[in-house]
C-alpha cells in the first residue's frame, strides 16, 4: 500500500500556520508528500524544504487573485487540486491535510488500519474524519454547530475527485458525494488560536479571498482580534498531538472564557435537541456515510 500526503500553503510564517506539525503528524503514514507552495511574502519555500527533502515535493504555485476565484473562496480548492494532481499514479490513497490541521499520533495505527481494510473496495472512496475546533488558547474547543463536526482527509487517489467548494472537502465526477468510512480519528483544527494581533491579520486575509463575504467587525478591538465574542465553548481536558509541543510552548497570550455562559443561538440550539432527542440530523455532511 503506497500513500501520498498533499497540501497547499502560503504565507505560512507571516500568519503563524502549524504547517510543519500538520505534515509532520501524517508523515509517518507517508511514502511521500506533495505541497503546493503559493508565491509567499515569507520564508514559507524554506521552511517546507526544511521539513524532509527525501519525502517531500514542493510545487511552486502562483495564487490566482482574480475576482472569479475569489467567490466563495474558489482558489482554496484550485491550489488543493494542484497538489492531488501531482499525486503519483502509483499512489493508493491520498492523505490530505490543511495548514492548520494536526492529527494526534494515538490515532496513526487506526487511520492505518482504515486505509489497509478499505484499500481494494471499490465503493468507499475516502475515510471520514472527526474535528475537534480549538478556539481562543489551546485549553478551549468549540462546541456550537456552526463548527463543522467531520470531515473527508484521506481519498482514493482517484482524479475524477475533486477538492469542493472553499477547499471544504471533496466530491467527485457531476458533484456526487463521496462514499466514505469513519477513520475513527478526530482532526486537532488550530486555525482560531493565535496571538490576538496576528489572529485579526490572518482572518483579513482570509476573508480577502471571499468576495461574498463581510469582516466579522464585532471581532475586532482596535487593532487585536477579540477572541471573547464566541457563543459557546468547553476545556480541553486531553493531550495535544506530541509534535505540537514546542508550539504550544511558544503561546505568548492569555484567554479566559466562562464555560457557564452559553450563547447559543435558537436556531444552534434546536439543532441539538433535534439531534439529541429525537435523532434527526440537520447538520451539513459533505459526505455519504456507507
Not at 482504515?114 to 488558547?137: E, I, P
Not at 463581510?214 to 475586532?220: D, Q, S
Request: aromatic share 16%.
Amino acid at each position: 500500500m503506497k500513500v501520498t500526503g498533499f497540501t497547499f500553503i502560503r504565507n505560512a510564517v507571516k500568519y503563524d500556520y502549524p504547517i510543519v506539525e500538520a505534515i509532520k503528524s501524517i508523515l509517518p503514514l507517508c511514502n511521500d508528500f506533495v505541497v503546493a507552495v503559493g508565491k509567499s511574502d515569507d520564508s514559507t519555500f524554506d521552511l517546507i524544504q526544511s521539513i524532509d527533502r527525501q519525502k517531500i515535493k514542493i510545487i511552486e504555485t502562483i495564487w490566482d487573485d482574480s475576482s472569479e476565484m475569489k467567490k466563495g473562496g474558489k482558489v482554496f480548492a484550485l491550489e488543493t487540486n494542484k497538489a492531488f494532481h501531482a499525486v503519483p499514479d502509483d499512489s493508493d490513497w491520498a492523505f490530505y491535510i490543511q495548514g492548520d490541521e494536526v492529527i494526534h499520533e494515538k490515532y496513526l495505527d487506526n487511520i492505518y488500519s482504515s486505509m489497509v481494510k478499505w484499500k481494494d473496495n471499490a465503493h468507499v472512496d475516502g475515510l471520514l474524519f472527526s474535528y475537534l475546533h480549538f478556539y481562543g488558547s489551546y485549553d478551549y474547543v468549540g462546541i456550537s454547530p456552526h463548527w463543522y463536526r467531520n470531515e473527508i482527509r484521506v481519498i482514493k487517489n482517484d482524479k475524477s475527485i475533486y477538492s469542493y467548494r472553499d477547499a471544504q472537502g471533496f466530491r467527485k465526477g457531476d458533484n456526487i458525494k463521496l462514499n466514505v468510512k469513519p477513520a475513527d480519528a478526530f482532526v486537532y483544527h488550530y486555525g482560531w488560536v493565535k496571538e490576538p494581533g496576528t489572529m485579526k491579520k490572518k482572518v483579513e486575509n482570509a476573508y480577502s479571498f471571499y468576495n461574498d463575504k463581510k469582516l466579522p467587525e464585532n471581532k475586532f478591538d482596535n487593532q487585536i482580534f477579540d477572541f471573547s465574542k464566541i457563543d459557546a465553548l468547553t476545556l480541553f481536558t486531553e493531550t495535544h498531538p506530541q509534535i505540537m509541543k514546542e508550539h504550544i510552548e511558544r503561546k505568548n497570550w492569555t484567554f479566559e472564557y466562562d464555560i457557564s455562559h452559553n450563547k447559543l443561538s435558537l436556531r444552534h440550539k434546536a439543532k441539538i435537541f433535534l439531534k439529541k432527542y429525537l435523532g434527526i440530523n440537520t447538520y451539513y455532511e459533505n459526505y455519504r456515510i456507507v
